[in-house]
């Protein structure tokens, strides 16, 4: 079992944590234009006012049939606060056919 601290009043001065804790959520962003950069999508993303962890390059899924390697598309993945969830899951702030998964 593990317990993280939720109280802003210390008891002790100095008793204090060395840095925030930041819940993470990781996303697998897909089937993007082979000619987007790690930092296009990450700027993008920034613009949606979330805060993004990472953001990597990664293979992209296969569709049902289709052969490796896959290479008329790009995917990365992407990692963000977990309380900006619910702004990147926006899909009117996507672009059509852009495919969002955890």
Known sequence: MMLT????VSVR?????A????KKA??????LSTSITEDDLKQFVIGMSVDVQSCFR???RRFPGEKEPV?????FRLCIADKDRNLLL?????PESIVISE
């Open 90 to 94: 926006d899909d009117s702030k996507w």
């Open 58 to 60: 990664a293979k992209p």
């Open 26 to 31: 990781v996303f697998c962003i897909d089937n």
């Open 13 to 17: 001065q100095e008793l204090a944590a």
């Open 71 to 75: 290479t008329d598309r790009a995917a």
């Open 5 to 8: 601290g939720k109280s802003t």
């Open 19 to 22: 840095k925030p804790i930041v």
